[in-house]
Structures are given as structure tokens and as C-alpha cells.
């Protein structure tokens, strides 16, 4: 029953299997023994009802349910980045952005990419930077440096990626990707 997500930094690797190691001695049942009950009492067809139901029958919290999930229901994970970035990646100017993106952190060394269903992240050591699509074939970009880095930044709210990622900003187009861009990369890279 083991599955690896890609697109993880060692250090995410090993904070996984640890969850994944101490789900028994910390929740009373094996990996095993939890996918069994989410396959036969869980009704829920989509990945935020499963957790919310795993979490109000059981009290898992998100990142154990995410491990139990990843093995009773292995399609829906990490596995296949390609399918993921396909289906999230479907408007060419988004994608446009996504290349631009891609191409600076390029550069960068020991960077894993890691592709979610709601964004692309790349990490060193831990996340540095996040892209998400947005309205109209914008892009909205995540960094792990302070808002106060630029007057582009803002603070982000509710984004879904990690909260190591603490100023956003929105590229309209690719030419947004630029020399100031570049550096807050640099700077987000520097410090993961």
C-alpha cells in the first residue's frame, strides 16, 4: 500500500512517511485498517467532503486523511503530474505564464518542482513559490518572502498552497514575469 507523491523535496518526503509511520500509534488504527472504513463507509465522491467527513467521524485531521486518501483512493492523488498540470494548466495564456515562471526559477538550484490539482509549487528544502491559474488568463503567483518585499505583494488569503508562502502577486501576462519578479524568486529560493 505505499504510493509517493512526486514532485516532493526530501525533507517533504520524510515528513510524509513520518505521518504515515505514526498514524497507528497516534490515531489507534494501522494505514490499513483506515483505508478499509473510508472505502466502506465514506459516501463522499470529492476530496474536501471525504476529509471534512473523515475529520467530523473521526477527528483526522487534513494531512492524515490526505495519507489515508492517497492510498484508498490512489487516482485522485499526487502520482501522475502530467494529468494534474494538464487538467489545471487548459488556458494557453495561464500556460504562457506558467513557461515564464518555469524559465526563472530555471537557473535555480537543487528546485523540485511539485505539481498539485490547484497549482504548481516549487521547493528547495520547502516551498519557495506557487502558481495558480486565475479569471481570464491571469495567473496568480505565491512567494515565501514578506509582503513588504514589494509594492506588487499582497497578502494572500485562503490560497490553498503552503503558508510558508506569505505575499502574492497577479501576472497578467508573461511580460509580468519580470527583472523585479525574477529577484523576489531569487529571494523566495534563497530563503526555502
Known amino acids: 500500500m505505499e504510493t509517493k507523491p512526486q514532485g516532493l523535496t526530501e525533507q517533504q518526503q520524510k515528513w510524509f512517511a513520518s505521518v504515515r509511520a505514526n498514524l497507528e500509534r497516534e490515531t489507534g488504527k494501522t494505514l490499513e485498517q483506515w483505508v478499509e472504513i473510508v472505502r466502506r463507509d ?9 476529509t471534512d467527513w473523515l475529520k467530523a467521524n473521526y477527528g483526522i485531521g487534513v494531512n492524515r486523511a490526505a495519507t489515508i486518501f492517497s492510498v484508498a483512493y490512489p487516482e485522485t492523488g499526487w502520482e501522475d503530474a502530467d494529468a494534474l498540470r494538464k487538467a489545471l ?3 494557453p495564456a495561464g500556460v504562457a505564464i506558467l513557461e515564464a515562471v518555469e524559465a ?3 537557473g535555480f538550484e537543487s528546485v523540485v518542482t511539485g505539481q498539485r490539482k490547484g497549482f504548481t509549487a516549487w521547493s528547495r528544502k520547502s516551498q519557495f513559490a506557487a502558481l495558480k491559474p486565475a479569471k481570464g488568463g491571469q495567473a496568480v503567483l505565491g512567494l515565501a518572502v514578506t ?3 514589494s509594492p506588487r505583494l499582497l497578502e494572500p488569503k485562503n490560497e490553498g498552497w503552503s503558508e510558508r508562502l506569505k505575499a502574492k502577486l497577479t501576472l497578467a501576462s508573461p511580460a509580468g514575469v519580470d527583472d523585479e519578479v525574477k529577484a523576489l524568486l531569487k529571494a523566495a529560493w534563497e530563503r526555502s
Open 42 to 50: 465514506c459516501k463522499e465522491t470529492k476530496p474536501k467532503a471525504r
Open 147 to 149: 509582503p513588504d518585499a
Open 89 to 91: 494548466w487548459t488556458d
Open 104 to 106: 526563472a526559477v530555471a
